[in-house]
């Protein structure tokens, strides 16, 4: 098994329909400027390598990055990272983190998995799961099954997430483990949610 680097596992979500967020590929650091005079300010910014798997606990990802000065910070400590083959450069998108996630369980085939982002899924186990292919209405129970459904509802007066665009990324995801056999595991994590839409911004792929 391999795991495919950020870009071309980008490329595989949105050749499926998976909103991305917009990136610009630097192998130098003169390069990263470029791209940050385009996407503007705060940006994020992310590794290209294939020996690296979970990028944030090897200081692959930056966000937040406010200008030139931190961003070629970033450059240079991710251009010391083991298979550095350049980085993508992201502007930041705001919203609830959500993760999808699947793989080839082996008793039952393709199974998606959904919940919120960061330490609702690694520490209190709150997602849903479902074999695939999933329907809308699958999709939609799968929301409304998690414990933090209150999050994406609006808690607190923060603006409700856009559940059909939720339920698209599900829809399209499942779709995706159906026909690229090749994939036997997969983490789009986070999503970033708002009330107008659910837009990827990171993924990772082993095949």
């Not at 470029?34 to 590794?47: C, F, V």
């Not at 090897?58 to 961003?71: D, P, Q, R, S, T």
Request: aromatic letters at 6%.
């Amino acid at each position: 098994m391999a795991v495919l680097n950020i870009l071309d596992s980008l490329e595989l979500a949105k050749k499926y329909g998976l909103k991305t967020a917009p990136f610009q590929v630097a192998k130098s650091e003169e390069d990263a400027m470029k791209a940050a005079q385009s996407t503007g300010y705060p940006l994020a910014m992310k590794i290209i390598s294939p020996k690296i798997s979970h990028k944030t606990e090897k200081g692959g990802v930056k966000i937040g990055l406010k200008n030139e000065e931190e961003l070629k910070n970033a450059f240079r400590e991710m251009q010391a990272l083991v298979g550095f083959e350049g980085v993508l450069v992201q502007p930041m998108v705001f919203g609830t983190e959500i993760i999808i996630g699947g793989k080839i369980d082996d008793q039952f085939g393709p199974t998606i998995l959904f919940g919120l982002g960061g330490i609702f899924v690694e520490v209190l186990k709150d997602y849903s799961l479902r074999i695939c292919p999933i329907t809308r209405s699958d999709a939609r129970e799968m929301i409304h099954e998690i414990k933090g459904y209150a999050v994406l509802a609006g808690a607190r007066g923060k603006p409700q997430a856009n559940f059909k665009e939720i339920e698209n990324a599900l829809l399209n995801t499942s779709k995706l483990l159906m026909k690229e056999k090749q994939v036997k595991e997969l983490d789009f994590n986070p999503l970033m949610v708002n009330e107008k839409e659910a837009v990827c911004v990171d993924a990772r792929i082993i095949v």
